[in-house]
């Protein structure tokens, strides 16, 4: 008996299909078409019921024949394929990865950074101090008496009233100066940046947090004219050689004389437009020449001593440099102004 009596089950074409399979995935395909539910094999013996007694045993026994050798087929090509892959798809090596976004510095960062510099340059150390103070630094030693109405000038956030010592959030880099002086010698050359907070109300300008930058320089023989020229050097290296700087009478308890210094309007080189007030000017912060009583109050003697001091708020800087406005911006915190810089 063979195969070929039934012409539905060509034996000798379905094994060379199966010895031409290349892939487990080919073989299961085969096994399902010959061997399946609704293969070959089980199509031809659904016919047998139909057929003549007489042919019935030829076409069953060429249907189990059938099935005996695709079964033994493919068993053995199963075993030399192995098990089915899940995906055979080759690794495409030159596609583009996801990456990853990178962060960078904040903008009060980077000109804190960039003042930094400026003054490094100028032969100046970096300090830091406490944004949690004492009266005595903040106010005090800082030629504050109690009482003084120049407090006032500051509006406070206290952390705790209590006696013998008030504890509240520096209203300003100043207390970092009585710090430095109580610590080191003369000459001094020191830059103090930090955050300092008020109790203010927010609006385009001012913000209860806010960070500033306070200079101090104490040594032999240091004069107004010192204190000039610095100012006019870091505001011209920050802004460029076009701006000028100005000094205005002014009072601070910790400086005697005390001056405003303002900037030539960066933004109409000092013609006047809605910026400045049409004055031409940018108040940028406050300076003088460092009390007598301040130098009394850490040790420092002040006929053999001369300094100059200066403050000023940091986000002014940028606010002028890149004309950002509310000063909120810094602090919010939104990625589209955060990457923008
Ligand atoms: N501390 C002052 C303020 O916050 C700014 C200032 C004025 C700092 C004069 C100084 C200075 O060092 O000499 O308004």
């Known amino acids: 008996m063979d195969t070929d009596a039934v012409p539905d089950l060509n034996l000798t074409a379905a094994l060379e299909a199966v010895s031409a399979a290349r892939s487990p995935e080919q073989l299961a395909e085969l096994r399902r078409e010959y061997l399946g539910k609704r293969g070959v094999a089980a199509r031809v013996k659904e016919t047998i019921k139909s057929l003549s007694p007489e042919d019935r045993p030829i076409v069953g026994q060429a249907v189990s024949l059938f099935t005996a050798k695709i079964t033994e087929a493919l068993d053995a090509a199963d075993a030399v ?5 899940i995906d055979e798809s080759p690794i495409d090596l030159t596609l583009r990865g996801h990456g990853r976004k990178r962060g960078h510095m904040h903008l009060v960062t980077q000109c804190r950074r960039d003042l930094e510099d400026v003054f ?29 109405p120049a407090r006032a000038m500051q509006d406070t956030l206290y952390v705790d009233l209590g006696e013998p010592e008030q504890v509240l959030l520096r209203t300003h880099t100043s207390p970092v100066q009585v710090r430095v002086m109580e610590s080191q010698t003369p000459p001094i050359y020191c830059v103090m940046p930090g955050r300092t907070y008020r109790n203010e109300t927010l609006d385009a300008r001012h913000s209860p947090v806010f ?18 020229g610095t100012i006019e050097a870091f505001t011209s290296a920050y802004f460029g050689q076009k701006v000028k700087s100005r000094l205005l009478p002014s009072y601070f308890p910790f400086t005697e004389p005390s001056a405003e210094f303002a900037l030539s309007c960066v933004f109409c080189d000092g013609s006047g437009c809605r910026v400045c007030s049409n004055t031409g000017w940018i108040e940028l912060g406050g300076c003088g020449m460092v009390d007598p009583n301040v130098f009394r109050s850490v040790g420092i003697d002040p006929e053999e001593f001369s300094g100059f001091a200066f403050g000023f708020g940091l ?22 102004f955060l990457t923008r810089y």
């Open 81 to 85: 394929a192995g098990p089915e892959t």
């Open 120 to 148: 490094v340059s100028l032969g100046y150390q970096v300090a830091e101090g406490p944004e949690v103070e004492s009266d005595w630094y903040n106010f005090e030693a800082l030629n504050f008496p109690p009482g003084h």
């Open 211 to 228: 960070h500033q930058i306070e200079g101090l320089a104490v040594d032999r023989g240091l004069t107004f004219g010192d204190l000039a």
């Open 315 to 336: 986000e002014r800087m940028p606010m002028l440099r890149y004309g950002v406005e509310p000063i909120k911006t810094f602090f919010d915190n939104d990625v589209r």
